[in-house]
């Protein structure tokens, strides 16, 4: 008897959640709730207006440092992740018009707040200005002159990477310099004009998710919108912190639209240019050369694959021309790759150089070459193992960021995002919603925990992989045991 009560009060939970979800206006509600609370946090504790003049403020100068503050943002970060997966939960069972519109309208008014916050868990905006600066006023090559050969840094004491050269690619640094030739050096109006850059490349990712969605799920694609417009962590890095990952990820689902489109060449070179924003995009090529010799077979596969990279490759060439060459590439890999932050990786790597005093080729080698070579057997692996295009990106991507990606970044999950927006599989959502999570908390550990202890070498970063990646690292594994095939029901075969 008891057995039967508890059994009907979970059905009874479960048709009030159903008719919660179906209620017209849930959609409505939630995007109220959604847009309020932006509204009544970011722009009045932390406002643009009022910070913007300060160099290296963050949230955590601003509010004192205080812990209360850093638990309010944890738990605003919860809310809001419950609000992006009950719309999603929305979007999946009444995918109308309304719906869409809704979704729209709630997040032009969470970007609108963001906008006007100040973007206090990053220094980027202030590099991408200052580079672009470099480039357009000042006539200087931003990959090959770092800003402390140009001015000192009291004239601009906004920088952060003040004596090192610019990472970005190409395209990244024409778009800046257009950018910043249209808006000026005004500190304010450089805020802002990145700020709305990155605000229209998740639009436009949004349009690129709903394109592929139609093509292969069409009654997912209201869906797989609002868990991209919606997500936090993409608010976050976009509308906030005016990151070039948006950028660099609508133009990777660009590629992937593309590639499912029957449109494969083009597709290959459009993933080519997406790594002309940043590099690290070039680690879906193999991905989608894998794919395309099992939809295609060996020969035609192969010469897709062989026209797409000689297209890519001379792209690469004309587009580094300008900025010397790209033998620029491996020397750029070279410099970057030894900067590990926030992960176990940086952990032993300070811990060896700094504590044992290891001779630094020696820690890189054993190290950054062992983490290296541990990530280039998972994602073989993986291509070997998923068959799945839009999957296996997604598992790469992921291995990616909690195996190899020694300099850990939050933002760089939002392409995490954009890949599971496009999967159509709910396992894959639910771990990307809780790995959203922690990427919000990331900066919270960071500028309220980890910058306040003084520990011996690398143990800054044994708090951060703790507190940020310990968690997901355990989920990514039990989601891998208990997966028996990581594949999708909507797998559109490309003949």
């Known amino acids: 008897m008891a057995r039967f009560a508890s059994v009907l009060s979970h059905r009874v939970a479960r048709n009030r959640f159903a008719r919660f979800a179906l209620w017209p206006s849930t959609g409505p509600r939630l995007s109220f709730v959604f847009v309020l609370l932006y509204a009544g946090i970011f722009p009045v504790f ?52 309304s719906v869409a519109i809704t979704i729209l309208a709630g997040w032009l008014g969470a970007s609108a707040c963001l906008l006007l916050t100040y ?64 808006v000026g050096d005004d500190v304010l109006a450089n805020f802002l004009a ?41 608010l976050n890095e976009g509308a906030l912190n005016g990151h070039n990952d948006l950028v660099m990820v609508a133009i990777m689902l660009a590629g992937l639209w593309l590639m499912l489109g029957r449109h494969a060449t083009v597709g290959v070179v459009t993933l080519v240019v997406a790594g002309l ?37 001379l792209l690469v060439f004309l587009a580094y021309a300008p900025f010397g060459g790209w033998a620029l590439l491996p020397e750029m890999l070279k410099d970057r790759s030894w900067w590990p932050t926030g992960t176990w990786t940086a952990a032993a790597f300070y811990a060896l150089r ?25 994602a073989m692996i993986l291509m070997v193992k998923i068959r799945d295009l839009r999957a296996c990106a997604w598992s790469v991507v992921l291995a990616y960021l909690l195996v190899a ?15 599971a927006a496009i999967a159509i599989d709910r396992r894959l959502v639910t771990y990307t919603i809780v790995f959203t999570f922690f990427m919000l908390l990331h900066p919270i550990v960071a500028q309220y925990v980890a910058s306040q202890v003084n520990l011996p070498p690398g143990g800054n970063d044994l708090i951060m992989a703790a507190a940020t990646l310990l968690v997901p690292q355990i989920l990514a594994l039990r989601l891998i045991v208990m997966s028996k095939k990581l594949g999708l029901k909507h797998d559109l075969v490309v003949t």
């Open 405 to 419: 990606s020694h300099w850990f970044q939050p933002w760089y999950a939002t392409w995490l995002v954009a890949l």
């Open 354 to 378: 700094d504590g044992l005093h290891w001779p630094h080729d020696t820690v890189v080698g054993w190290v950054i070459g062992s983490v290296t070579l541990l990530f280039g057997i998972i």
């Open 277 to 313: 924003v940043k590099v690290s995009a070039w680690i879906l090529l193999p991905v989608v050369f894998v794919w395309l010799l099992r939809q295609r077979g060996w020969r035609h596969g192969l010469a897709v694959i062989a026209l797409a990279s000689c297209a890519g490759g």
């Open 119 to 182: 973007p206090g868990q990053s220094t980027d905006i202030a590099d991408y200005s200052f580079r672009a600066h470099m480039l357009v006023h000042l006539g200087k090559n931003p990959l090959t002159t770092p800003p402390s050969a140009v001015i000192p840094f009291d004239s601009y004491p906004y920088l952060s990477w003040y004596r090192v050269v610019d990472p970005y690619g190409p395209v990244w640094h024409w778009l800046a310099g257009g950018l910043h030739a249209l």
């Open 46 to 97: 932390f406002p643009l207006l009022t910070w913007y003049a300060n160099p290296h403020t963050s949230f955590a100068s601003i509010t004192g440092r205080n812990y209360f503050a850093a638990i309010g943002l944890a738990l605003v970060s919860i809310v809001l992740i419950l609000l992006n997966r009950q719309m999603w939960t929305v979007a999946q069972n009444r995918a109308a018009r």
């Open 194 to 234: 990145f700020k709305f850059l990155a605000i229209i490349a998740t639009g436009a990712s949004g349009v690129f998710i709903y394109a592929i969605l139609r093509q292969i799920a069409s009654s997912y694609a209201v869906a797989g919108l609002a868990l991209w417009l919606w997500n936090p962590l993409v």
